[in-house]
């Protein structure tokens, strides 16, 4: 059974620091792996997506990279700003079913 | 990115009443539709699997007669709590895929918080 965990549950950093959030999974075999944003009492926010082929992806102060051998992604923000606090979940998509399984979230907090 | 739309955002409902919330894919067409449940401060909880045409794939432990999922179009699938109670008061957030399916990004709802009272 695939699991996803995320590490830290929580952050709280001053603005314009760099950070990196975790992302593990136990089993390799997925089609992808995706990063949303999701604000209190709101959806969720697609951030980036990376194919399980893939080693990285970019969108702007984001970037996201996968190391689907050890089960491992990371993201990270540079020049964090306080509209960038939020909870971030990652998911994976798992071979042999459509749907997504989520981690627990990392509540990060930026101080300005 | 392709936008899905959920509505009600919210809806407060007697205990022993029906609501029904609806997912729309709107500049896409999508196969499948994917409904959650999210408690406070926890992550997403896949209820069912929904798809266009067919019935609906539910998720161990999730009651088929209380959470009824219809896929009638490629752009709109609904979620009906029949019979609610306080307990089923949460967020549900539902999410699709584009045409590229497993391959291709999943967009979700501004999600719906429903309130039993």
């Known amino acids: 059974k695939q699991e996803v965990t995320q590490i830290p549950a929580a952050l709280s950093v001053p603005e314009g620091e760099n950070l990196v959030l975790n992302c593990s999974f136990t089993d390799s075999a997925i089609y992808n792996l995706q990063w949303f944003r999701q604000d209190p009492g709101k959806g969720l926010t697609s951030l980036l997506l990376?194919?399980?082929?893939?080693r990285e992806q970019t969108s702007g102060r984001l970037n996201a990279s996968l190391d689907k051998s050890s089960g491992r992604s990371t993201l990270y923000i540079a020049a964090s700003q306080p509209g960038d606090s939020a909870t971030y979940l990652c998911a994976v998509r798992i071979q042999g079913a459509q749907k997504l399984v989520f981690g627990q979230g990392t509540r990060l907090t930026i101080n300005p | 990115g392709a936008v899905v739309s959920q509505h009600p955002s919210w809806v407060i409902c007697k205990s022993g009443t029906s609501v029904k919330i609806e997912c729309r894919s709107l500049?896409?067409?999508?196969?499948?539709m994917f409904w959650y449940r999210q408690f406070p401060k926890q992550s997403l909880m896949l209820m069912a699997t929904?798809?266009?045409?067919?019935?609906?794939?539910?998720e161990q432990g999730v009651e088929k007669d209380k959470f009824l999922i219809n896929h009638a179009s490629l752009t709109l699938s609904t979620l009906t709590v029949t019979s609610a109670h306080p307990e089923d008061s949460s967020f549900y957030i539902c999410?699709?895929?584009?045409?590229?399916?497993?391959?291709?990004?999943?967009?979700f709802g501004q999600g719906t918080r429903l309130t039993v009272v």
């Open positions: 999410s699709a895929s584009g045409t590229g399916g497993i391959w291709t990004e999943a967009f």
């Open positions: 929904s798809n266009e045409g067919s019935k609906a794939t539910y």
């Open positions: 500049d896409f067409q999508a196969t499948t």
């Open positions: 990376i194919q399980s082929s893939q």
